[in-house]
């Protein structure tokens, strides 16, 4: 295992874990994303954070949020983290903890909550059929609106103070939520597709919204991610010329989609450390 593994996270108290088994490897993780790059997987302990799940009122029922804050002081700067299409697993999870390293409170809602739990399913194909698809960008919005409100009232958030991050499927959902809530400050949008197919669920896209953005948004981008070519990048930063706030894209040479998922062989060490850093920046620019 490489020893700079544990540089890729400035400030952060981390540690690393091996996998002995398949099983073990998968545990926590979304059985679709494939096989667990054990070489890779970063983890961070809960010394000095209160870290749990929360649930928050939706409509539709109480939705489940996990959670993780530093254990003494606060109100705490915000960050609400988008999962990947494959839910809130243990990466996702595990971001929360690095941002309360960071003093920050983060928050993962697990947004899938009414269609399905994507951890039992193991095939990409079934996984965006039975339950992504399902979910709608209008659903997201509203649920995204309600854990601003539930982290609030726990009082340890600072209501002056949201940001909001996500990765792959959260990437989208970044751009798309920084053009809803007047109350996020900033966003970083993690190889978040910018446009796509069209229908019930899917309204709108970033590229639709581009001039509506309330929040500055970060984009971090690899040149190699297969799903989002560079000349949509291209486009949607034509879009923003017009728009009202600040907008960045930093697109990595010869870098995957996914190349923040440590745990997966998508990972590049690289492009997480620098974007992880410049996530850091682009939040203290904006003031959260």
């Known amino acids: 295992m490489r020893q700079d593994i544990l540089s890729l996270l400035p400030k952060a108290d981390l540690s690393r874990r091996s996998f002995v088994s398949g099983a073990t490897a998968i545990a926590g993780f979304a059985l679709a994303a494939g096989p667990v790059n054990a070489q890779s997987v970063i983890t961070t302990d809960t010394g000095g954070l209160v870290a749990g799940m929360g649930q928050v009122p939706v409509k539709g029922g109480m939705m489940p949020a996990y959670y993780a804050m530093p254990a003494s002081g606060g109100p705490f700067p915000t960050v609400l983290v988008v999962q990947e299409i494959f839910g809130v697993h243990e ?135 297969q799903g989002i070519p560079v000349a949509s990048i291209e486009d949607m930063k034509a879009e923003l010329k017009s728009a009202k706030v600040a907008t960045e894209f930093v697109v990595y040479p010869d870098t995957p989609h996914a190349f923040h998922a440590d745990y997966r062989p998508s990972f590049r060490e690289g492009p997480a450390k620098d974007g992880w850093k410049k996530m850091q920046e682009w939040f203290k620019k904006h003031g959260v």
């Open 91 to 225: 990466h996702i999870k595990d971001v929360c903890r690095r941002l309360a390293k960071l003093g920050y409170m983060g928050v993962a809602p697990e947004l899938y909550f009414r269609q399905g739990d994507p951890s039992k399913v193991t095939d990409m194909g079934t996984l965006f059929r039975e339950i992504v698809s399902k979910v709608a960008d209008a659903q997201v919005m509203g649920d995204l609106d309600a854990t601003v409100d539930w982290a609030i009232a726990q009082g340890k958030a600072d209501a002056n103070k949201f940001a909001v991050t996500g990765f792959c499927w959260g990437g989208r959902i970044t751009w798309l939520y920084s053009a809803h809530s007047p109350r996020v400050k900033a966003g970083v949008a993690w190889y978040g597709r910018l446009t796509g197919d069209y229908g019930a669920t899917t309204p709108r896209h970033p590229m639709d919204v581009a001039k509506e953005l309330k929040a500055p948004v970060l984009g971090l981008y690899g040149a190699a991610d």
